[in-house]
């Protein structure tokens, strides 16, 4: 049985490991777990205890289930109404965690440190730029294909037949409602 120190000490461990920038992209997996064992133990102040095996199928334990609540995390605040705190949101996200996996989110401490890592950071699902209104006219949507439904409600963008001089705008601020003051 792992207490949760132990959890926290193996997430820090691994952390550390993998943002090491000196040594990270040239080493393999058995030199990278021999690594965080040692800052595991280190962690821990004592001598190996547990198993090679033992440390690296715990942490693919820890790292499944930090993976799948930074998947409802990330749902929750993509929903996110107006005005929700960020602990209504952790509480949402608690709730929709145990009725999807039938079990206690209980690594909050884990998950904070892994997701503050830029190994583990979230990366912003912004929408992507508009393009800009100089563009010139192609001829792509008018050699679609009958096959092609002409409009499904979606703006349908083929990356391999963009004109390579297109140019990308930042996002225009939205107009103002007609009949609203500016103050």
Known sequence: ????????????AWIDSSEDSIEDDGKHSPEFWVQILTKFFALMGRVKYRGNDSVYNKWKSLRT???????VHTRVVNNKKSGISDADVLEACLKQYKALYKTDFSMLDIWRQCISSPKWHLVSTSSPPRLSK????TSTSANQSPS?????GRYQLN??????ELIFDELDELPRPVGRDKG
Do not use: Y
Request: hydrophobic share 40%.
């Open 65 to 71: 289930k930090i993976t799948d609540f930074t998947g």
């Open 1 to 12: 049985m792992w207490e949760a120190d132990e959890e926290m000490a193996l997430a820090l």
């Open 134 to 137: 100089r563009l010139k006219t």
């Open 159 to 164: 990356l391999n037949e963009l004109d390579p």
């Open 148 to 152: 092609q439904p002409m409009s499904d």
